[in-house]
C-alpha cells in the first residue's frame, strides 16, 4: 500500500468521524427539545399520529404524498417512541454529508475542498432548520438527492433513477428536485447551452445518455401533477389538494425574500451565483419558496429548505470546477462563510441578531431539562395509561399521539374529558393567524368551554375536567395520583 493510499484513507477515516460526532450532537440537541417540549402537533405529533393511526394508505397519501413512511411503519412498530423518527432524521442529515463529500471528491478530486464544502453544508443554517423544528420525511430526501447526482455524474442512469424514487416518497412537491436535476444535467451535456438544448428539445433528437434526463424530468413533473390532483384529494375529506392557498399573495414579504435570496448565497459564499446556468440546479425549489404567501417558507429554521440546500451545494462544486478555483482561492471564502453560518445558526440561543432577521428563528434557551419538564413528564405518563380522552396544547401533545384517546382539536360533539394546559411551556407560532398557534384557552374563548369544565392546578399545571366527569372514580384516582406526583416536586 502506497504512503499516498494511506493518507487517504487516514482522511476518510477523519471525515467519518466527522460525520458521526456532528450526527451524535445534531440528535441530541433534537432529542433535548423534545424533552423540554419544544416539539409541537405541528408536526411531529402528527406524524407520529399518523404512523401509530392510520391504515397504509392513508399514512402515504393523507394530506402529503409520503409514501417513504411506509418504509418507516415497521420500524417504528418495533420503537414506537418519537426518538425512533429524530433518530432517523438526524441519520439522514449526516449521511447526506458522507454523500455530498463523495460527490463533491468525484467532482473536484480535491479532499481539502470537498471537506471544506462538507463542514460548510453540516453547519448550513437553513439545512440545520430541520434539527430545529420537529421530524419531517422531506429530510430522508437529502441523501438521495445527492446519490442522484453522484449517479447522473459517473452517466450510471439506471441507479440514478432508483434513488430519485426515494426523493419522490417524501413529499409531492419533490418532483421539483428530479426537474432541476433532470433539466440542468441535460443542460450540461450541450455544453450548457440553452439554444442547442432547447433545438434538440423542438426536434426530440436527443442523444442516447439523454433521454434518462428527460425521464427523469417528466417523472418530477408526473409526481407532482399525480399527487397533486389524484392522489391527495383521492384520501382527503375535502376531496382537494388543501395547500394552494399558501401562494395567495406571492408579493407579501418582499424584504424578507430579498434577504432569503441573499442569505442562501452568504452560506456558500455566493460561489453558485456566479455561474449562471446553475440557475436551472436550485431556481425552482428556490422559487417555490419566494411565491409563498407565508414567512416561515422562507425562514431559517424550518424544513421548507430541503431541495434548496443540497441543489445549491451540488451547484457550488460545479461553478468551483468550471471557474478553477483552487483552495488557496476558496480557502477564506468557506472560513468566511463558516463563520457567518454558525452566527445565524438556529440552535444557538437567542443573542440578538434575529431581531434584525426576521426569517431567523431560533428556540427561546438551549434545550435543558428543568424540575417542571420532568414533573410535566410525569403527569402525562399518569394520563397516558387511562382510558380517558385528553385534549393537550399543542407542545405537549406529541408525547400523547401514541394515544388512540389523544385529541389535536376541541371535538364539540363528543368533547375530551380533560384539557391539559401547561403556561410555563411555550407556544410555537409562526403567524398570529395560523391554525396551530393555539392553546386550551383559545378553545375557551372559540367555545365558550369554562362552563363545561373545571379547572384543577398542579404547580403551574393546568388539567380542565368536564363538570359531568368530576366525580367519577377514575378521574378522582387520577387527580390523586397527579397531587401525589407533583407534591414530590
Known amino acids: 500500500m502506497s504512503e499516498n493510499s494511506t ?3 487516514k482522511k476518510v477515516a477523519k471525515y467519518i468521524l466527522i460525520c458521526a460526532f456532528i450526527f451524535i450532537l445534531q440528535l441530541i440537541y433534537s432529542i433535548l427539545r423534545y424533552h423540554v417540549f419544544f416539539t409541537s402537533a405541528f408536526d ?15 399514512i402515504a397519501f393523507l394530506g402529503h404524498s409520503e409514501p417513504i413512511l411506509l418504509l418507516i411503519l415497521p420500524l417504528y412498530e418495533l420503537f414506537p417512541y418519537a426518538e425512533t423518527l429524530l433518530i432517523l432524521q438526524a441519520l439522514s442529515v449526516a449521511l447526506s454529508g458522507l454523500i455530498f463529500y463523495k460527490f463533491a471528491n468525484e467532482i473536484l478530486k480535491n479532499r481539502d475542498i470537498s471537506f471544506g464544502l462538507m ?8 439545512l440545520l432548520g430541520l434539527i430545529r423544528y420537529d421530524f419531517h420525511p422531506v429530510s430522508l430526501a437529502l441523501p438521495f438527492i445527492f446519490l442522484t447526482a453522484y449517479y447522473l455524474e459517473k452517466r450510471k442512469y439506471k441507479k440514478a433513477l432508483i434513488a430519485s424514487l426515494f426523493i419522490l416518497s417524501v413529499k409531492e412537491d419533490a418532483g421539483i428536485a428530479l426537474v432541476s436535476l433532470g433539466s440542468y444535467y441535460l443542460l450540461k451535456s450541450n455544453n450548457f447551452s440553452l439554444k442547442v438544448t432547447i433545438k434538440k428539445g ?5 442523444k442516447r445518455e439523454e433521454w434518462p434526463l428527460i425521464i427523469l424530468t417528466l417523472l418530477g413533473i408526473l409526481w407532482i401533477l399525480l399527487s397533486i390532483f389524484i392522489l391527495i384529494p383521492h384520501y382527503s375529506a375535502r376531496r382537494h389538494y388543501g395547500y394552494t392557498n399558501r401562494y395567495s399573495n406571492p408579493l407579501s414579504y418582499l424584504p424578507e425574500k430579498i434577504a432569503y435570496i441573499l442569505l442562501h448565497g452568504v452560506f456558500v459564499g455566493f460561489i453558485p451565483y456566479t455561474f449562471p446556468p446553475n440557475i436551472f440546479l436550485f431556481g425552482v425549489p428556490m422559487l417555490e419558496n419566494l411565491l409563498s404567501s407565508r414567512i416561515y417558507q422562507i425562514a431559517i429554521g424550518y424544513q421548507y429548505q430541503y431541495m434548496v440546500v443540497p441543489l445549491l451545494f451540488i451547484a457550488t462544486t460545479y461553478a468551483i470546477k468550471i471557474k478553477k478555483l483552487d483552495w488557496e482561492s476558496i480557502k477564506k471564502i468557506i472560513l468566511t462563510s463558516l463563520l457567518i453560518s454558525v452566527l445565524f445558526s438556529p440552535l444557538i440561543p437567542p443573542y440578538g441578531i434575529e431581531e434584525y432577521f426576521p426569517i431567523l428563528y431560533k428556540d427561546p434557551r438551549f434545550p435543558i431539562p428543568s424540575e417542571h419538564d420532568r414533573m410535566l ?3 402525562i405518563d399518569i394520563i397516558s395509561v387511562t382510558n380517558l380522552t385528553v385534549l393537550p396544547q399543542p407542545t405537549i401533545y406529541p408525547h400523547m399521539a401514541n394515544r388512540k384517546e389523544t385529541y389535536l382539536f376541541y371535538n364539540q360533539t363528543n368533547p375530551p374529558d380533560i384539557l391539559l394546559l401547561d403556561p410555563y411551556i411555550p407556544l410555537y407560532c ?10 386550551v384557552h383559545y378553545f375557551f374563548e372559540l367555545f365558550n368551554i369554562s362552563k363545561k369544565y373545571k ?19 377514575n378521574i378522582q384516582k387520577l387527580l390523586a395520583k397527579i397531587r401525589q406526583v407533583t407534591s414530590k416536586n
Do not use: M
Not at 409562526?430 to 392553546?439: G, N, P, S
Not at 404547580?459 to 372514580?473: A, T
Open 119 to 126: 463542514l460548510l453544508y453540516f453547519l448550513n443554517p437553513f
Open 202 to 206: 423542438l426536434k426530440l433528437r436527443f
Open 7 to 9: 493518507k487517504d484513507r
Open 430 to 439: 409562526i403567524q398570529k393567524d395560523d391554525t396551530w398557534c393555539y392553546d
Open 44 to 58: 411531529l405529533g402528527i406524524y407520529i399520529r399518523k404512523i401509530s393511526h392510520y391504515g397504509a394508505k392513508r
Open 377 to 379: 413528564k410525569n403527569v
Open 455 to 473: 379547572l384543577y392546578t398542579f404547580k403551574g399545571i393546568e388539567i380542565y375536567v368536564r363538570y359531568d366527569k368530576v366525580n367519577s372514580d
